[in-house]
């Protein structure tokens, strides 16, 4: 008996599942704006549905994702109305937590985002997808359209001004455990 073959809008409707979250992540990441990222990641998947049948397979779905998310951010990047918005704060408000441990380790998360959105466009690019969509070299590169040494380069040259920045305040002592190394 033939294996009946799903349909689009099912294969899109699995991939959204599995990936949405990440992609929006990804993207609120890159563009520093949670309302806009959601509509960059609605665009990403609109994309995702209209190239589906073109998807050869040559890379993961993960990554062909990932890379349609990138280029829709370079795009919102480059645009001029994007570069006249101030970024709102997307960082979400989490209930009261009662051990001050808790507390620390958040303000030490969020001062960490908030020193990698500082970063160039380059840096950041790298920075998301390396350590928050948790990518390889090899899959970064893929998705970035360049070589494993730039990417290599970059996440170097990003961890170095992440560095230069943690140890410029008092409150950061520079471990490399506080999620910057691989």
């Known amino acids: 008996m033939e294996k009946l073959q799903p349909t689009v809008e099912a294969v899109l409707e699995q991939i959204m599942r599995e990936y949405g979250t990440r992609v929006l992540r990804l993207v609120t990441l890159m563009v520093k704006d949670r309302s806009l990222a959601e509509d960059i990641t609605q665009d990403v998947f609109l994309k995702a549905y209209r190239h589906l049948p073109r998807f050869r397979g040559e890379s993961s779905i993960r990554t062909w994702l990932y890379r349609i998310a990138v280029n829709e951010c370079k795009g919102c990047l480059r645009s001029w109305a994007f570069r006249n918005l101030l970024p709102r704060s997307w960082i979400s408000r989490e209930s009261d937590v009662s051990a001050e441990r808790q507390v620390m380790e958040r303000a030490q998360r969020d001062e960490l985002v908030r020193l990698v959105l500082e970063l160039p466009p380059l840096y950041r690019q790298v920075i998301a997808l390396h350590y928050y969509a948790d990518l390889s070299i090899a899959e970064t590169a893929e998705v970035l359209g360049v070589t494993e040494g730039t990417v290599r380069t970059r996440l170097h040259r990003a961890r170095q001004q992440l560095r230069q920045r ?13 999620g910057c190394e691989s």
């Open 166 to 178: 943690m140890e410029s305040r008092e409150e950061w002592e520079w471990n490399g455990t506080n």
